[in-house]
């Protein structure tokens, strides 16, 4: 049985549906994360997970059992907020002993626990200080201890990385998988940002105005996103719109216009699609001179239109011959070298039949 | 070449304590005239002998069988009766009671309040502060009226106290008709700080205090209270201190014997015209409230470290 269930969860605010007919189920153990564009409905499921707001259509269960009767404080769930909220009047020490107080735990197992809490965050020398006094990550750690220190079943946590600099996220990346593994606490994480997600989680909901596209784990997400809307969110992508022309089972022929042929070798899950788009990443492209030869099946001509120097990498964006910016990702493996080609440079675009994949939606 | 560095921060400081000086130096100066200067002249003033004829005796007479100089004849007479120990001690307490009375009351008002829809805040403050808008003794003279004996009120109280065998006493003119005054007029001086400190509060941490396991108790008592302190010690300073000088509402409102500091006060310059033991009085309530703002600074001190 699932930790966590949602049953065809439904919010409405007025007019608005937040979130719609969402049905997931979380596994113990899961670093499960909710993905979506800012405004998508994320921070609005996970009120309902803590109780903070009830659906108005459909069921959460966690272990099985119906929660809409539980209030937030008897929920064995416990949630990380994106400010922190720690409270100010408190020390750091006093912060992580809240939620055993309030469950009256005894006073040496408090002291105890807390201690342990605040080692396995590593701010053990912070006990006796106040928030006011401790760092973003620190506070951030504070959260998390206290969040997790009466080892609630589910820790639910709400963009706790966005108030974080870059190199700050990072760290706190690492070590929020490290501390999940640790402490075995299932996890359901959410956040805007894709690349985040990609790293952290066993699996993740994408969210697009309040309905999820897709669950799936991250890898799968990546290789096969199951619409536009998926593909387009994670990671960099082209899209070419064409129209199928040939199905085989050598493979599957699709007409762009004012491209030309494509051949792959996905085929439509559909024997009836005719629209279809093929949906490529990248590092898939190949980007050549117009002299160099190449044996893949595709290959169009264009012009470099820009590119972004990223050191390892650079990803230039070609102009194809129907006027469609398409990206090719090109290692900068030749010592030495920081870029092949010159932005107006005329080059050639190339990628196997078994490379992207199709997308009938 | 520090030189010229040197002089650009000494012309900076300069500029700096310049502006500071003329933006702090009037209300400094209009304190220290009307302030300060007053109070020097009432401890001066304690250490002489009163006037023939009321006011202050000179403090050098060529006539020698006049009173003349400085002396601790007031003080003496200040301890030598248990009296004024008691006016004291009744003033205290009158004070204490109408700042626990009105921390009562305010409070769930100022939480109600705060945790009002935004666009309702503003009128209920208005409201708050809307007797201010009429004259204070008007409203204290009204308290008269509805405690009076031919009022609605007090039958209704009397009727009540009498289901319970209680035979009723008069309400006006008695030291409950001041505390009611007291409350009545000192209400608002609780209200708003606890407001302004209330509506300050980030309603995520209450959230954050439900997640956790708190309920509604717990939130309040481990969140909001906590949180609160400095709003109840602005309050309770706004009504101890005054209610400890006021005279109008015991004269208005209180019988002949609910006499407190602030009436002794008064009496001693406009009655009986020694302003010598006026003085003395005033400094003794000057030393009693600045004894209990310290005791109440070192109380709260205490408070919050215990509670870190
Ligand atoms: N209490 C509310 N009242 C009205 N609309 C709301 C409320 N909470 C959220 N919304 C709306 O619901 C949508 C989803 O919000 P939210 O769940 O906060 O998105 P996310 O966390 O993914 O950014 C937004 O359009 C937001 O404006
Ligand atoms: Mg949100």
Same mark, same amino acid.
């Given at each position: +049985?699932?930790?966590?269930?949602?049953?065809?969860?439904?919010?409405?605010?007025?007019?608005?549906?937040?979130?719609?007919?969402?049905?997931?189920?979380?596994?113990?153990?899961?670093?499960?994360?909710?993905?979506?564009?800012?405004?998508?409905?994320?921070?609005?499921?996970?009120?309902?997970?803590?109780?903070?707001?009830?659906?108005?259509?459909?069921?959460?269960?966690?272990?099985?059992?119906?929660?809409?009767?539980?209030?937030?404080?008897?929920?064995?769930?416990?949630?990380?907020?994106?400010?922190?909220?720690?409270?100010?009047?408190?020390?750091?020490?006093?912060?992580?002993?809240?939620?055993?107080?309030?469950?009256?735990?005894?006073?040496?197992?408090?002291?105890?626990?807390?201690?342990?809490?605040?080692?396995?965050?590593?701010?053990?020398?912070?006990?006796?200080?106040?928030?006011?006094?401790?760092?973003?990550?620190?506070?951030?750690?504070?959260?998390?201890?206290?969040?997790?220190?009466?080892?609630?079943?589910?820790?639910?946590?709400?963009?706790?990385?966005?108030?974080?600099?870059?190199?700050?996220?990072?760290?706190?990346?690492?070590?929020?998988?490290?501390?999940?593994?640790?402490?075995?606490?299932?996890?359901?994480?959410?956040?805007?940002?894709?690349?985040?997600?990609?790293?952290?989680?066993?699996?993740?909901?994408?969210?697009?105005?309040?309905?999820?596209?897709?669950?799936?784990?991250?890898?799968?997400?990546?290789?096969?996103?199951?619409?536009?809307?998926?593909?387009?969110?994670?990671?960099?992508?082209?899209?070419?719109?064409?129209?199928?022309?040939?199905?085989?089972?050598?493979? +599957?022929?699709?007409?762009?216009?004012?491209?030309?042929?494509?051949? +792959?070798?996905?085929?439509?899950?559909?024997?009836?699609?005719?629209?279809?788009?093929?949906?490529?990443?990248?590092?898939?492209?190949?980007?050549?001179?117009?002299?160099?030869?190449? $044996?893949?099946?595709?290959?169009?001509?264009?012009?470099?239109?820009?590119?972004?120097?990223?050191?390892?990498? $650079?990803?230039? $964006?070609?102009?194809?011959?129907?006027?469609?910016?398409?990206?090719?990702?090109?290692?900068?493996?030749?010592?030495?070298?920081?870029?092949?080609?010159?932005?107006?440079?005329?080059?050639?675009?190339?990628?196997?039949?078994?490379?992207?994949?199709?997308?009938?939606? | 070449? %520090?030189?010229?560095?040197? #002089?650009?921060?000494?012309?900076?400081? =300069?500029?700096?304590?310049?502006?500071?000086?003329?933006?702090?130096?009037?209300?400094?100066?209009?304190?220290?005239?009307?302030?300060? %200067?007053?109070? !020097?002249?009432?401890?001066?003033?304690?250490?002489?002998?009163?006037?023939?004829?009321?006011?202050?005796?000179?403090?050098? &007479? @060529?006539?020698?069988?006049?009173?003349?100089?400085?002396?601790?004849?007031?003080?003496?007479?200040?301890?030598?009766?248990?009296?004024? %120990?008691?006016?004291?001690?009744?003033?205290? /307490?009158?004070?204490?009671?109408?700042?626990?009375?009105?921390?009562?009351?305010?409070?769930?008002?100022?939480?109600?309040?705060?945790?009002?829809?935004?666009?309702?805040?503003?009128?209920?403050?208005?409201?708050?502060?809307?007797?201010? @808008?009429? *004259?204070?003794?008007?409203?204290?003279?009204?308290?008269?009226?509805?405690?009076?004996?031919?009022?609605?009120? %007090?039958?209704?109280?009397?009727?009540?106290?009498?289901?319970?065998?209680?035979?009723?006493?008069?309400? =006006?003119?008695?030291?409950?008709?001041?505390?009611?005054?007291?409350?009545?007029?000192?209400?608002?001086?609780?209200?708003?700080?606890?407001?302004?400190?209330?509506?300050?509060?980030?309603?995520?941490?209450?959230?954050?205090?439900?997640?956790?396991?708190? *309920?509604?108790?717990?939130?309040?008592? &481990?969140?909001?209270?906590?949180?609160? =302190?400095?709003?109840?010690?602005?309050?309770? #300073?706004?009504?101890?201190?005054?209610?400890? /000088?006021?005279?109008?509402?015991? &004269?208005?409102?209180? /019988?002949?014997? &609910?006499? !407190?500091?602030? *009436?002794?006060?008064?009496?001693?310059?406009?009655?009986?015209?020694?302003?010598?033991?006026?003085?003395?009085?005033?400094?003794?309530?000057?030393?009693?409230?600045?004894?209990?703002?310290?005791?109440?600074?070192? !109380?709260?001190?205490?408070?919050?470290?215990?509670?870190?």
């Amino acid at each position: +049985m699932a930790l966590l269930e949602l049953r065809h969860v439904t919010r409405r605010f007025g007019a608005l549906e937040a979130v719609h007919d969402v049905s997931l189920s979380v596994e113990a153990g899961e670093f499960f994360t909710l993905l979506g564009p800012s405004g998508c409905g994320k921070t609005t499921l996970l009120r309902m997970i803590a109780g903070f707001d009830q659906p108005d259509e459909g069921q959460i269960l966690l272990d099985g059992k119906d929660l809409a009767d539980t209030p937030p404080e008897d929920r064995p769930i416990h949630t990380v907020f994106q400010s922190y909220a720690l409270f100010p009047h408190l020390s750091v020490a006093d912060n992580v002993a809240f939620p055993l107080k309030m469950a009256k735990r005894p006073a040496d197992e408090i002291a105890r626990r807390v201690r342990e809490a605040l080692e396995e965050v590593r701010l053990a020398d912070k006990a006796q200080a106040y928030p006011h006094e401790l760092s973003g990550g620190q506070k951030q750690r504070v959260a998390l201890a206290r969040g997790l220190v009466n080892r609630p079943r589910l820790l639910l946590l709400d963009e706790p990385l966005g108030a974080l600099d870059a190199k700050l996220r990072e760290e706190m990346q690492v070590e929020l998988i490290n501390l999940q593994r640790n402490v075995g606490i299932t996890f359901v994480f959410v956040t805007h940002a894709q690349i985040e997600a990609l790293a952290l989680s066993t699996r993740i909901a994408v969210m697009s105005q309040g309905v999820v596209e897709q669950v799936d784990e991250p890898d799968r997400l990546y290789c096969a996103p199951r619409n536009r809307f998926v593909a387009d969110f994670i990671g960099k992508i082209n899209l070419l719109d064409g129209h199928v022309i040939a199905s085989g089972s050598e493979g +599957m022929w699709l007409e762009v216009a004012g491209l030309g042929k494509i051949v +792959m070798s996905s085929v439509a899950s559909s024997t009836h699609t005719s629209k279809g788009t093929l949906a490529i990443r990248p590092e898939q492209v190949r980007i050549l001179g117009v002299e160099e030869t190449t $044996t893949a099946e595709n290959c169009f001509q264009g012009t470099v239109r820009d590119l972004i120097y990223h050191g390892d990498v $650079t990803i230039y $964006t070609v102009l194809l011959a129907n006027g469609l910016p398409f990206k090719a990702l090109k290692p900068n493996s030749a010592p030495g070298r920081a870029k092949f080609f010159e932005v107006g440079d005329a080059v050639r675009v190339a990628w196997p039949k078994e490379a992207g994949i199709f997308l009938d939606h | 070449m %520090a030189t010229p560095a040197f #002089a650009d921060l000494l012309k900076f400081r =300069l500029h700096k304590n310049l502006t500071r000086w003329l933006v702090s130096g009037p209300p400094f100066l209009f304190l220290l005239l009307f302030f300060l %200067a007053p109070s !020097l002249i009432m401890v001066l003033a304690s250490f002489r002998y009163p006037g023939e004829f009321g006011g202050l005796a000179p403090l050098r &007479d @060529a006539n020698p069988a006049v009173l003349q100089g400085l002396t601790l004849e007031t003080y003496r007479f200040f301890f030598s009766d248990v009296i004024y %120990a008691e006016i004291f001690f009744k003033s205290f /307490g009158m004070a204490l009671a109408t700042t626990l009375a009105c921390l009562v009351m305010a409070y769930p008002l100022a939480l109600l309040i705060a945790r009002s829809p935004r666009k309702h805040r503003d009128l209920m403050v208005l409201l708050v502060i809307l007797p201010f @808008a009429s *004259n204070f003794l008007v409203r204290v003279y009204a308290w008269m009226i509805i405690l009076g004996p031919q009022s609605a009120f %007090a039958h209704a109280i009397g009727s009540a106290l009498e289901l319970f065998g209680i035979t009723p006493v008069p309400l =006006l003119f008695s030291p409950v008709a001041v505390l009611i005054g007291m409350i009545y007029v000192h209400l608002p001086f609780m209200i708003l700080p606890l407001y302004t400190n209330l509506e300050k509060h980030d309603p995520v941490l209450l959230d954050a205090a439900q997640d956790l396991g708190a *309920n509604a108790w717990r939130r309040f008592w &481990d969140v909001t209270f906590p949180l609160s =302190l400095p709003g109840i010690f602005a309050g309770s #300073a706004l009504v101890f201190i005054p209610v400890l /000088g006021m005279f109008a509402i015991p &004269d208005i409102l209180g /019988g002949t014997r &609910d006499m !407190l500091i602030g *009436n002794l006060i008064k009496e001693q310059f406009l009655g009986v015209r020694d302003w010598p033991f006026g003085a003395t009085l005033s400094i003794m309530l000057t030393l009693m409230v600045l004894a209990w703002a310290g005791f109440s600074m070192w !109380l709260a001190r205490k408070w919050s470290h215990s509670h870190a």
